[in-house]
């Protein structure tokens, strides 16, 4: 997978369809919770199987942290590591902006997988768009 940082309309049309797809069509996420009024002063991320937008995330520089948010990956490729490669990708560009540490709230389905990549969780549950999540955080 290739990931760029989101540079044209074109690569922000493509992170916006991965997110519809997963959190809007697939979770029932309501489109006007999932694309927000925080949309512009986040740093934005697309990965790509050759032409195919297949993964996005967005990544936010809040107080001394990078908050990774609406991290997702397409249903037909998920469990082939391409979600470990954006998230690499989003904490690589937290620690080149100088901040120490990352933090997300991770859905709690997804809370192992971040286990594996070094978070730790450091609240109860709670929901989120009618989404069972925990906040986890990282030093990097």
Known sequence: MKTNIVETDEQQKDAFAVRRE???EEQNVPPEIEI?????EAIHFVGYDKEKAIAAGRLRLVDD???LERVCVLKPYRGLSFGKQIISEMERVIKEKGYPKAKL????HAE???LSLGYKTISD???DAGIPHVTMIKLL
Do not use: I, P, S
Not at 36 to 40: H, I, S, T, V, Y
Not at 105 to 108: M, S
């Open 125 to 127: 549950e709670f929901m």
């Open 22 to 24: 997963v959190f809007v």
């Open 112 to 114: 192992a997988f971040y």
């Open 105 to 108: 709230n991770a859905q709690t």
């Open 65 to 67: 942290y990078g908050k």
């Open 36 to 40: 927000d009024e925080l949309e512009n």
